[in-house]
């Protein structure tokens, strides 16, 4: 039986189913802007970010002797960290992020992840797109689960991944996958509509009810997006995307936001965070790739500008890094990391978590800093508190969410 993953491509369709101060979008919002609907724009660093170096733990000493090549400075040392809290820094290429955090509107978690000890990409990736860690058998995606609940009119594009195919997370949805808006559309002319028409037929006149289902949903997608027409929708506030896949993928699901086709749920992710040799500190390959991805989100939040009282963001990575480099000027395969938040609802201006040191006898397994807070524990208050999901036990199966886990980051 046909899943609600579907691809059609025909010609021109395509198509894939399953000087700026940072607070003011949400001043701007509680003092009476426009009200729209919620959305959380979920960001996946593919390859596990070396959390370490992406906020410094710059007042260990322990940091230092683990790591003689690849540390970055201290803050007020040439590119430093940029001090946020007078123990961790942030590093330097993120400083597009820094007046978010200051201005209160990001925060960060620290020694947060997933219990589930294993060091494979592929499984830690999908034990925390499962949302259930260690268990393999999970056939859907937590995000999936989350957007079971109702909340009033469900938009065929209430789910949204800009990547090619849909990822695990929304597994088991009605999420649309695309690797770009314009897939989703039909080019006006002769040709294509009636293509669109072929389709549509062939599909309506289908005997199966679940495949008349999918296309039925997939069509009214195409409708939708033809009616906002989001291509047409440019940056605002002096926004400015950094070239490349992922800043092109925050902004058109900027554009879909603005379009105000019921997006509650958007998805990206970026890889390219696995870096076992010539990783750098200040400078070099883990550097340029913060770069664009602080640029990126930077320009996402100016974009929406007031709009951000409605969006909150979250990054998330499989797994941490080893604390110690190894012999290649990298790092290998960790355990614990850090999460970004930021926008509406976010209580910023703080670091979260409780730090376990660096120090050999506190680490996990000798090695890799400690898990502390489970990664469930923060989405279960982002989709309790800014969603309106209630029943958080469908979400995270066997994982009791309990209400003194939780940071008290989202308001």
């Known amino acids: 039986m046909l899943d609600r993953r579907v691809f059609l491509q025909s010609g021109g369709l395509a198509l894939v189913a399953g000087g700026f101060l940072p607070r003011a979008f949400v001043r701007m919002a509680e003092a009476g802007a426009p009200p729209g609907r919620r959305a959380l724009v979920a960001i996946f660093q593919r390859g596990a970010v070396d959390g370490l170096n992406v906020l410094v733990p710059y007042a260990e000493p322990c940091y230092y002797d683990a790591r003689p090549t690849i540390a970055v400075p201290r803050p007020g040392a040439n590119d430093g960290a940029l001090d946020l809290d007078g123990f961790f820094g942030l590093h330097p290429s993120l400083s597009p992020l820094l007046p978010f955090f200051r201005d209160r509107s990001a925060a960060f978690v620290h020694a947060v992840g ?245 120090e050999t006898s506190r680490l996990y397994e000798g090695r890799d800093l400690a898990v502390t807070t489970d990664f469930r524990d923060i989405f279960a208050e982002i989709l309790a508190k800014r969603m309106g999901v209630q029943d958080l036990s469908a979400v995270f199966p066997a994982y009791p969410c309990a209400e003194e886990n939780r940071l008290g980051l989202i308001a």
Not at 241 to 253: A, K, M, N, R
């Open 114 to 358: 997933s219990p589930d000890p294993t060091r494979s990409h592929f499984d830690a990736q999908d034990f925390m797109e499962s949302g259930t860690p260690g268990v393999k058998s999970t056939r859907d995606g937590f995000l999936s689960r989350a957007l079971s609940h109702e909340n009033g009119s469900v938009s065929p594009l209430r789910a949204v991944s800009v990547t090619p195919a849909l990822p695990r997370i929304l597994a088991g949805s009605d999420a649309i996958a695309m690797s770009h808006v314009s897939e989703l559309g039909i080019r006006a002319g002769a040709e294509t509509d009636s293509a669109a028409r072929s389709f549509e037929s062939m599909y309506g006149t289908a005997v199966d009810g679940t495949l008349q289902a999918t296309a039925r949903e997939s069509f009214d997608a195409i409708r939708l997006i033809q009616k906002a027409d989001p291509e047409r929708i440019a940056p605002d506030n002096g926004a400015r995307y950094p070239v490349g896949p992922f800043g092109d993928s925050l902004e058109q699901i900027a554009q879909l936001i603005k379009s105000e086709v019921g997006l509650e749920v958007a998805f990206t992710d970026v890889g390219g965070w696995d870096t076992h040799a010539a990783e750098g500190g200040k400078e070099g390959q883990l550097a340029n790739r913060l770069r664009d991805f602080g640029a990126a989100i930077a320009a996402f939040a100016k974009d929406l500008g007031s709009r951000m009282g409605d969006v909150t963001v979250v990054t998330m990575s499989e797994f941490g890094r080893t604390v110690r480099e190894n012999g290649n000027r990298g790092t290998d395969h960790g355990h614990a990391n850090v999460m970004l938040l930021l926008g509406g609802g976010v209580k910023g201006g703080r670091v979260y978590g409780r730090w376990p040191g660096l």
